[in-house]
């Protein structure tokens, strides 16, 4: 079965400082993965996705995730945190290879300080 | 254009009431969700629409009744809902369900709050 799991439940950092949001995942084949965002009040916002083409996945607002099968991780990051960037991160995986429901992760809150 | 619409954005109502979620999307989807948020937790599905025919119903209640009356369109119908059932619903759209590369957009949900 497919899964992911997020490792932090909340990570602060500094804005101008680097974010990692860690993310693991299981899967029985190569799986797709996604991170959405969620703004306070807000929907989903996708950030990024890995459907099987370069490990290096570059998303909007200067996210990017990379995927380590030897890991089993899809960690997100970012070189330089911004104010706005505060918000709930969610890694996803795609629940089997013939649909696109999902499974999400339990998110990660990202603060970000001044 | 990748937007999803979702009227209204706040709702609130009684056990006994009835009332309408709607969700909308002009970008040719034949596909289309709704997901249940509850607070500080990940989305949870509930149906899966599929050229206007329900594919997957994740063994929602039967106070919970969605309906897709064109490629454009999805409601989901309340009736009798309960306190717990106040949360964030959340619509997704995306071209098909059966090709893995496709992408699922979100509106911005309704916030139901069942008195």
């Known amino acids: 079965a497919q899964s992911v799991t997020q490792l932090d439940s909340h990570v602060s950092v500094s804005e101008g400082t680097p974010v990692l949001l860690r993310c693991n995942y299981s899967?029985?084949?190569?799986?797709?993965l996604f991170w959405y965002v969620q703004h306070p009040n807000k929907g989903l916002q996708l950030l990024l996705k890995?459907?099987?083409?370069?490990?290096l996945v570059k998303g909007i607002n200067g996210f990017e995730a990379e995927f380590k099968k030897s890991e089993t991780s899809f960690h997100l990051t970012k070189p330089s945190a911004h104010m706005s960037d505060a918000a709930e991160y969610f890694c996803?995986?795609?629940?089997?290879?013939?649909?696109?429901?999902?499974?999400f992760g339990k998110g990660t809150t990202l603060s970000v300080s001044s | 254009d990748t937007e999803v619409t979702q009227t209204p954005k706040h709702l609130v109502m009684g056990m006994t009431n009835k009332k309408s979620l709607k969700c909308e999307q002009h970008?040719?989807?034949?596909?289309m969700y709704w997901y249940k948020q509850k607070a500080k937790k990940p989305p949870e599905l509930m149906f899966v629409?599929?050229?206007?025919?329900?594919?997957i119903n994740e063994s929602v209640p039967s106070r919970f009744s969605p309906e897709c009356p064109n490629s454009s369109l999805l409601n989901l119908h309340l009736h009798a809902l309960q306190p717990e059932d106040s949360a964030l619903y959340l619509c997704?759209?995306?071209?098909?369900?059966?090709?893995?590369?496709?992408?699922?957009?979100f509106g911005p949900g309704t916030r139901l709050t069942v008195l």
């Open positions: 996803v995986v795609r629940k089997n290879q013939a649909g696109t429901a999902l499974i």
């Open positions: 629409y599929s050229y206007e025919k329900l594919s």
């Open positions: 970008m040719g989807h034949r596909a």
């Open positions: 890995y459907t099987s083409a370069a490990t």
């Open positions: 899967s029985s084949y190569s799986p797709s």
């Open positions: 997704a759209s995306s071209r098909t369900v059966g090709v893995n590369t496709d992408t699922q957009y």
